[in-house]
């Protein structure tokens, strides 16, 4: 079982005195910027001059400035901009100002695991990863609770690398919840398995499947979209607070029987030898250097796949049943 670190495994004073660069002002950047700051550290935020995420910087109340300017002042660089974005930025407006003994970090671990980011030997190189969406991370914060996050040192030359992290992970609030160590590696391949084959892949493709089999079938869309997708929120959030012995025992003992004699027939040995050769692809890197070719020809493929998404059928029936329910996050 990993170690849990928490706030008495974390000593704040390690930062005292040096100043958070946060690139990038998006989902994270505005939830660890707002939370470092409150936490009584240094944050300068880096984006685009004049953009929506400056002035949202400026709003909060958070120093902002240009992505080089951040850099050439920092002790600490925390990359949270898009994974494809990194390289461009690390080389361009981060490289050329590192001095000996800054700390570059990360919330993901993508471009050091597949060296897209080469950083010199002379800094410390950590990773601090909150398992949530960045305004779970800020509202957790306030609320006084904080996310649980992971923590990896991928380069240690200050000796210390690791009780920055941890100090780190502090100021955002993660130590409140719990700190897990991992390595880049680690958080890299398994974040990316999960996000395509259940998280986002898998059970994208298994909401449309059941949804198209039940309208071949002859069923209204309506009913169908009810029963494939809308309802799959109350199971998630089941499981989510509990664990699937949670789900198993809220469900009712028809739902609990067909779901426990049926499941294995659709998540089957085909379908575990897909997860291991998607496995496969994201080991060896066959996965990084397509989205890398991706992320370099301007995201083609990505943009085509987002517009048939959004013509299937699901989208369409599906939008007109949220308008009846207006207690759902508006679109």
């Not at 704040?12 to 040096?18: P, R, S």
């Not at 919840?177 to 391949?189: Q, S």
């Not at 998630?236 to 029987?257: F, K, P, Q």
Request: aromatic share 8%.
């Amino acid at each position: 079982m990993a170690k849990i670190y928490h706030d008495e495994d974390a000593d704040l004073g390690v930062l005292k005195g040096k100043t958070i660069a946060i690139i990038g002002y998006g989902s994270q950047g505005h939830a660890q910027a707002q939370n470092l700051q409150d936490s009584g550290l240094d944050v300068v935020a880096a984006d685009v001059p004049g953009s929506r995420a400056w002035k949202r910087a400026e709003a909060d109340g958070v120093r902002v400035a240009t992505a080089a300017e951040a850099a050439k002042e920092a002790d600490m660089i925390q990359i949270l901009l898009p994974d494809e974005i990194h390289p461009i930025v690390y080389r361009k407006d981060i490289e050329p100002y590192l001095e000996e003994g800054n700390a570059l970090g990360f919330s993901h671990g993508f471009n050091i695991h597949f060296s897209q980011i080469i950083p010199p030997e002379n800094v410390d190189v950590y990773m601090v990863a909150p398992k949530g969406p960045g305004d779970l991370v800020r509202r957790t914060y306030v609320e006084g609770i904080g996310t649980p996050c992971l923590v990896a040192i991928q380069q240690d030359f200050s000796g210390i690398a690791f009780e920055k992290a941890m100090a780190y992970a502090r100021g955002i609030g993660g130590t409140r919840a719990g700190v897990l160590e991992t390595t880049f590696e680690e958080e890299t391949e398994t974040d990316l398995f999960g996000e395509q084959v259940d998280l986002c892949g898998g059970v994208t493709e298994l909401i449309k499947a059941s949804f198209e089999t039940l309208l071949m079938a002859g069923y209204q869309p309506e009913i169908a979209y009810f029963e494939t997708c809308h309802e799959l929120k109350l199971i998630v959030d089941l499981i989510h607070e509990g664990g699937l012995l949670r789900m198993w025992e809220n469900v009712s003992n028809t739902a609990e029987y067909g779901g426990l004699t049926r499941g294995d027939r659709i998540i089957n040995e085909q379908s575990r030898e897909a997860m291991a050769e998607i496995l496969d692809d994201i080991r060896t890197g066959k996965f990084a250097r397509e989205w890398i070719l991706e992320g370099q020809a301007g995201l083609p493929v990505k943009r085509a796949l987002e517009r048939e998404e959004s013509e299937h059928p699901i989208e369409i029936v599906g939008k007109e049943l949220r308008a009846m329910m207006p207690w759902l996050k508006k679109e």
